[in-house]
Nanobody, 123 residues
C-alpha cells in the first residue's frame, strides 16, 4: 500500500520548536520530491516548504524562511520539517505531499498526500 504518514505535531508555546516527520511507503516515492503544506481553519491550504529527492534543493514560503528547515533521509524514505521560533500564526494542520516535479509550490502539483498532523502554537 502506498502512503505518506506524518507525525510530530502537538501543542507548543510561541517561540518553541517542533519537528515533523513524513514517512513514505511504496516504491513510487523512491524518486519523488516532497513538500509540506498547511491549512488553518477557514483558510486555503498553503505551501510551506519543498525538497528535491536528488541534490537536496530546498524551497520555502517567505513566511517561514529562516525559521523552518526541510530535510530528508533517503535511506528511511522520510522527510522532516524542523520548525523553530513558532508563532501563533503557524497554527494549522500540516500535510506532507509527494510530487514528480521538483520545487512545486501549488497543491495541484502534488499527487500523493498524508492525512495531516495538527500543530497548535499558543501565545
Amino acid at each position: 500500500q502506498v502512503q505518506l504518514v506524518e507525525s510530530g505535531g502537538g501543542l507548543v508555546q510561541a517561540g518553541g520548536s517542533l519537528r515533523l516527520s513524513c514517512a513514505a511507503s511504496g516504491r513510487t516515492f523512491s524518486s519523488r520530491a516532497r513538500g509540506w503544506f498547511r491549512q488553518a481553519p477557514g483558510k486555503e491550504r498553503e505551501f510551506v516548504a519543498a525538497i528535491s529527492w536528488i541534490g537536496g534543493n530546498t524551497y520555502y514560503a517567505d513566511s517561514v524562511k529562516g525559521r523552518f528547515t526541510i530535510s530528508r533521509d533517503n535511506t528511511k524514505n522520510t522527510v522532516y520539517l524542523q520548525m523553530n521560533s513558532l508563532k501563533p500564526d503557524d497554527t494549522a494542520v500540516y500535510y506532507c505531499a509527494a510530487s514528480s516535479i521538483t520545487g512545486v509550490r501549488t497543491v495541484y502539483g502534488y499527487d500523493f498526500w498524508g492525512q495531516g498532523t495538527q500543530v497548535t502554537v499558543s501565545s
